[in-house]
């Protein structure tokens, strides 16, 4: 018995064994050879630049088609657009009104905003050469409707409200309310002036006072010179 014991034994041992090399056979068996690994990158890879071109090509139709949210837009980095940038609410940055342009080199220029036309809310320069203007007139204005206009020192509503109103979206009760000097846009309207306001649905929200201060000195130096000159013309007639 003890010998049929050995001999069964060493029979497991050998099936066991090559139940044992079988198995590493199909293990081997089943691993993808040299060929079928690179067949299955160059898949891969073309997927993956397949992937690529549709997402560009959805990005860009997404784009090009505009998109909205109801939500802020944050970019932490530089954002240029080719296109029109365009805003329904106030366009606002805080760093260019604390930016000192004193250091920066190159020419400055006025900017101006478009109020009327298709053009609302554009912005951009208006040419001063004169090779861009035409039926040239000189100005109607007189001294005396500039002097007529009186400036004023005066604080803004909504900036009293600031400090005075609870209610106030702003309300702060230690804000210093700033005073501002400047003229009243319907008072340059009442002396015929009109054209230094801003109108905007038929109502002036503004003065150009670039404009309004270089034309009124012209104006008003022009008249005191005339005055000037017609006084020693008189003066040299009575032979003073």
Not at 1 to 21: H, V
Not at 50 to 72: D, P
Not at 226 to 239: S, T, V
């Amino acid at each position: 018995m003890s010998g049929i014991t050995t001999i069964s034994d060493k029979l497991a041992q050998r099936l066991l064994e090559r139940f044992g090399q079988i198995e590493e056979q199909l293990r081997t068996l089943q691993q993808p050879t040299g060929t079928s690994v690179g067949s299955l990158v160059n898949q891969v890879q073309q997927a993956l630049i397949n992937i690529t071109a549709t997402v560009n090509a959805k990005v860009v139709e997404f784009l090009s088609s505009g998109f909205s949210t109801g939500g802020n837009v944050t970019a932490t980095g530089n954002v240029t657009a080719a296109g029109t940038v365009s805003g329904v609410a106030a366009l606002k940055s805080a760093g260019a009104a604390g930016t000192n342009l004193g250091s920066v080199s190159g020419n400055r220029q006025t900017v101006w905003q478009i109020y009327d036309g298709a053009n609302v809310g554009l912005y951009g320069y208006a040419p001063s050469s004169i090779t861009t203007k035409t039926n040239l007139e000189q100005v109607p204005y007189s001294a005396e409707s500039f002097l007529r206009c009186a400036a004023y020192l005066y604080e803004y509503k909504d900036q009293v409200a600031m400090r005075h109103d609870p209610n106030s979206e702003y309300y702060d009760p230690e804000y210093q309310i700033p005073q501002e000097v400047g003229y009243m846009a319907e008072h340059l309207i009442e002396n015929g002036l009109k054209q230094f306001v801003t109108i905007r649905d038929e109502q002036p929200i503004g003065i150009d006072y670039a404009a309004f201060g270089a034309v009124g000195m012209n104006v008003i130096g022009r008249a005191h010179a005339a005055e000037i000159a017609a006084i020693k013309e008189r003066l040299d007639a009575l032979g003073v």
